[in-house]
T-cell receptor, first 114, second 114 residues
Framework: DTGVSQDPRHKITKRGQNVTFRCDPISEHNRLYWYRQTLGQGPEFLTYFQNEAQLEKSRLLSDRFSAERPKGSFSTLEIQRTEQGDSAMYLC????????????FGEGSRLTVL | AQSVTQLGSHVSVSEGALVLLRCNYSSSVPPYLFWYVQYPNQGLQLLLKYTSAATLVKGINGFEAEFKKSETSFHLTKPSAHMSDAAEYFCAVSPGIGTDKLIFGTGTRLQVFP
């Protein structure tokens, strides 16, 4: 199975620490998306890449958040100086980029900030 | 701006009963509409999508949805619920051509009782 994989699946950290999540998309997909999902809410768009270019960032993505996709393959999402409000499930998805709306999601990385 | 509203955060049905999950959309342009399903401990997966072709869309696992422009609705139905349908269901909207970015609703958790 060569679906979208995310690592780590769970991360518990103390407030103020930095955390990094990794996403490996489906290999032939050129678009990669990051979403955040909190309890009782649907996924909220954070940012997306076409190949290595970051094309759009949500206003939800504060200065403490940074995402990269070097070489247009895997992507990382880093959160600096974590706050309790950052506790959420961080979802990665990829697509062929044909505007079909079919996103392939990973299982997510759950962040708990104590 | 585009958005979707899912009425009812929880829906409970008996096995064999009709499933009806409601979604209303708001869009200034002809929308693409989607239903995604999230089974416990799994990533979101596409159930079905409407992209301005047939207004009645059939998806996987016996689900279907009908696009009704006059009602700005895209409700999800299944004639007979199975225990395996228990999951969280998300309606989503996209501006369509050229983008796979999705705006999700808050989700409806479906419980199926024997």
């Amino acid at each position: 199975d060569t679906g979208v994989s995310q690592d780590p699946r769970h991360k518990i950290t103390k407030r103020g620490q930095n955390v990094t999540f990794r996403c490996d998309p489906i290999s032939e997909h050129n678009r990669l998306y990051w979403y955040r999902q909190t309890l009782g809410q649907g996924p909220e768009f954070l940012t997306y890449f076409q190949n290595e270019a970051q094309l759009e960032k949500s206003r939800l993505l504060s200065d403490r958040f940074s995402a990269e996709r070097p070489k247009g393959s895997f992507s990382t999402l880093e959160i600096q100086r974590t706050e309790q409000g950052d506790s959420a499930m961080y979802l990665c998805a990829s697509s062929r980029g044909q505007g079909s709306g079919e996103l392939f999601f990973g299982e997510g990385s759950r962040l708990t900030v104590l | 701006a585009q958005s979707v509203t899912q009425l009812g955060s929880h829906v409970s049905v008996s096995e064999g009963a009709l499933v009806l999950l409601r979604c209303n959309y708001s869009s200034s342009v002809p929308p693409y509409l989607f239903w995604y399903v999230q089974y416990p401990n799994q990533g979101l997966q596409l159930l079905l999508k409407y992209t301005s072709a047939a207004t009645l869309v059939k998806g996987i696992n016996g689900f279907e949805a009908e696009f009704k422009k006059s009602e700005t609705s895209f409700h999800l139905t299944k004639p007979s619920a199975h225990m395996s349908d228990a999951a969280e269901y998300f309606c989503a909207v996209s501006p369509g051509i050229g983008t796979d970015k999705l705006i999700f609703g808050t989700g409806t958790r479906l419980q199926v009782f024997p």
